[in-house]
C-alpha cells in the first residue's frame, strides 16, 4: 500500500554532516505527520524528530541545534540534515509516516538506514 525508502546514510566521522532521504510512494491520499527514529544497538527505537504537513517540528533534546527535519508535501518526501554529529548519534535511523489511503490511516515504517559516528 505505502512504501518508505530511506537512504543517506554511511560512515561519517565525529563532527561531520549527513543528510538522510526517505521518499513515500503508493495510494496515498496525505500524510499529515512524518518522522524520524533511531535505534542503537541494545536500545530501544526512539524519537528523534517529527514534522506536519503544515511544518510545525518536534526534536528529541539529544539533536535540538545539531539535526533539523524538513519535507516536501509535493514529493511525499522526508529529510533530515544531521550536522555535527557525534559517535553517540550511531544507530539505524527509521522513517515514520502516518498516511491516508483508501483504506484508512495507518502508520507505516521503512526498513531503516545505517548512521555511524567513528573516527
Known amino acids: 500500500q505505502v512504501q518508505l525508502v530511506e537512504s543517506g546514510g554511511g560512515l561519517v566521522q565525529p563532527g561531520g554532516s549527513l543528510r538522510l532521504s526517505c521518499a513515500a510512494s503508493?495510494?496515498?491520499?496525505?500524510?499529515?505527520?512524518m518522522g524520524w527514529y533511531r535505534q542503537a544497538p541494545g536500545k530501544q527505537r526512539e524519537l528523534v524528530a517529527t514534522?506536519?504537513?503544515?511544518?510545525?517540528?518536534n526534536y528529541a533534546d539529544s539533536v535540538k541545534g545539531r539535526f533539523i527535519i524538513s519535507r516536501d508535501n509535493a514529493k511525499n518526501t522526508l529529510y533530515l540534515q544531521m550536522n555535527s554529529l557525534k559517535p553517540e548519534d550511531t544507530a539505524v535511523y527509521y522513517c515514520?509516516?502516518?498516511?491516508?489511503?483508501?483504506?484508512?490511516?495507518?502508520?507505516?515504517w521503512g526498513q531503516g538506514t545505517q548512521v555511524t559516528v567513528s573516527s
Open positions: 515514520n509516516a502516518n498516511a491516508v489511503t483508501p483504506w484508512g490511516t495507518s502508520s507505516y
Open positions: 503508493g495510494s496515498i491520499f496525505s500524510i499529515y505527520v
Open positions: 514534522i506536519t504537513n503544515g511544518g510545525s517540528t
